[in-house]
């Protein structure tokens, strides 16, 4: 009986489990001629006679004949170790090899993702200093010793890449992305980070989105997963897999475009409909007016005058007057009576806001827009749509003002800052003709435009807004001649250190002031 099988045999007989094997005997593995040149084998091999090997054919479980060598030892009495040994086994294992290697190559090569095969024995060779100095987090490691972590950019590498990832990060020449992983991590060196971080850890993988840079300087937004090996013969090797998303975020700033339009498309006919009713309220006063004088006059010029009469319609024609100014109050009122919401607000993404709103228009309006954005400001409490409508406001006048000039090169220059008095400063220049000194006074009274489709509210909401956010919009000339827009607006820190300074429940009383 076949007391025990090792693994290559159960495999040369072509069985998973050995119990499948130990039940056969071996006249069933082995027959006619062939067994009795076992037979004669096994016998002198019990004599304790030095080993010898013959060639016979084996038949295994599914029925197939497969040649084999075979020696016989005696290993201890009663005990007799058989050694089988496919003459071909070995050709058909490395062929088997071969042909799974085949699979996979295809399979790596035609996948419709970015494949990398990494070569990451740099890494775990970096890894061997901070385990040694016994740091659990490679962070810090990392943090002071700054050399470490530009090795490690230098001696991972990209030992394979499959065709998907030569188009989307190659440069067209064969084999131009086997090269230190460097260059990919130029745009987002905190993902390489994480990556080490979690090998160090004992991650299995990493997966994030992220932006990876093609050997041509090309960037691409990608939904990126890497596989660490747990297999100790293959831990220099790990996996990378890339989904190209600059397609999904296309589709994502469209449809953000598309909602802001509709956004801008609503206010614009809010506006308008805003004029409408201006224009219909005020207009039957003004008319009545008009009419009153007419006749006043004629009263007055009658001979004798009729005085009380003309007196009568002029006092109508003040009350007609009166009521006009009360329109005009009533929506001074409106647009000054702002309710903040307030959350955490980012200046700096306000600012990007507006200009995704406005990116069609200033697009075809060939306007250069030049952005100096301190990216480090601390946030502000308040209303994200309200001042991104201050935003639009600004970016928009600054444009009617430089197409009116026929400003040659018109540029923006939009900046923001901490000042050091701990408030936050956003400014709009423009290369526009700048304000009359006569109009900077005017130009945040409601109503007051200089454009014939002006309503010339912008501005005047502008700084309701700002100020109900404890701020200010103030209107001046810059040196090169154009208009410059500065809004001042408190931080969070400086918000809340002057509720603090409050006394007692008069904070309460400012937080209600604020929202409105
Ligand atoms: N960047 C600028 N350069 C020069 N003048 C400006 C600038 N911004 C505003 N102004 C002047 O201030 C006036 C008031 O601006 P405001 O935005 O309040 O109203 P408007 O632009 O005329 O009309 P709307 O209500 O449609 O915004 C403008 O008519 C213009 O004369
Ligand atoms: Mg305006």
């Known amino acids: 009986m076949i007391e025990h099988a090792n693994a290559r045999a159960l495999e040369l007989f072509g069985v998973f489990d050995p119990s499948d094997l130990s039940e056969e005997s071996l006249s069933q593995i082995v027959s006619g001629e062939d067994f009795h040149a076992l037979w004669a084998l096994l016998a002198a091999a019990a004599t304790g006679a030095r080993p010898q090997l013959i060639n016979i054919s084996a038949r295994t479980l ?24 496919a003459i071909e086994a070995f050709d058909q294992t490395a062929s088997r090899l071969r042909a799974s290697e085949r699979r996979y190559r295809q399979l790596f090569h035609a996948m419709p993702i970015a494949l990398l095969r990494i070569d990451s024995r740099g890494s775990l060779a970096m890894f061997e200093e901070p385990r040694r ?13 700054p050399a470490a972590f530009e090795r490690a950019l230098d001696t991972i590498c990209v030992a394979e890449a499959n ?48 932006v990876v840079c093609g050997v041509a300087g090309q960037r691409v937004p990608v939904l990126f997963s890497m596989a660490f090996p747990t297999d100790d013969a293959r831990v220099g090797n790990s996996l990378i897999g890339m989904i190209d998303m600059s397609g999904q975020m296309r589709a994502e700033a469209e449809l953000r475009r598309t909602q802001a339009r509709f956004a801008n498309a609503a206010r614009t006919s809010v506006t308008n409909e805003l004029a409408a009713s201006i224009a219909h309220e005020v207009s039957q006063p003004l008319s009545s007016i008009a009419t009153n004088g007419g006749t006043a006059l004629r009263w007055l010029s009658k001979s004798p005058p009729d005085l009380t009469r003309a007196v009568s319609r002029l006092q109508r024609i003040l009350d007609d007057a009166e009521r006009a100014n009360g329109v005009i109050s009533r929506m001074r009122d409106m647009s000054s009576g702002v309710m903040v919401e307030r959350s955490n607000v980012d200046l700096n993404a306000v600012v990007r806001e507006a200009l995704l ?63 050091d008095d ?95």
Do not use: C
């Not at 100095?133 to 490679?138: I, K, P, S, T, V």
């Open 422 to 516: 701990g408030w936050l400063a956003l400014e709009v220049k423009d290369s526009g003709p700048g304000i009359g000194a006569a109009h900077l006074t005017r130009i945040f009274d409601s109503f007051f435009t200089t454009k014939s489709a002006g309503l010339g509210i912008g501005l005047a909401v502008s700084r309701s807004i700002v100020e109900a956010h404890d701020g200010s919009l103030l209107a001046s000339n810059g040196g090169l001649g154009g208009a410059v827009f500065t809004v001042r607006l408190p931080t969070i820190v400086l918000a809340a250190e002057k509720i603090a300074a409050l006394p007692g429940d008069v904070g309460q009383v400012f937080l209600a002031q604020t929202r409105g």
């Open 62 to 85: 599914s029925g197939d004949h497969v040649p084999v060598r075979v020696g016989a030892r005696l290993v201890a009495p009663g005990s007799i170790r058989l050694v089988f040994a």
């Open 163 to 210: 065709e998907h990832a030569e188009t989307m990060f190659g440069d067209g020449t064969p084999r131009s992305m086997l090269r230190s992983v460097r260059v990919f991590w130029q745009a987002r060196p905190d993902t390489f980070r994480r990556i080490l971080r979690a090998r160090y850890a004992g991650h299995r993988n990493v997966i994030e989105e992220t």
């Open 357 to 419: 709103i406005l990116n069609d228009e200033i697009h075809s309006k060939a306007v250069e827009v030049r952005l100096h954005l301190d990216e480090g400001l601390p946030t502000l409490s308040g209303d994200h749509v309200q001042l991104t409508q201050v935003m639009v406001n600004l970016v928009i006048n600054a444009m009617q003002a430089m197409e009116k000039s026929g400003s040659v090169r018109p540029t923006i220059d939009i900046i923001t800052r901490l000042l």
């Open 133 to 145: 100095q016994g740091f659990e987090d490679l962070d810090a490691y990392l943090r002071a010793n």
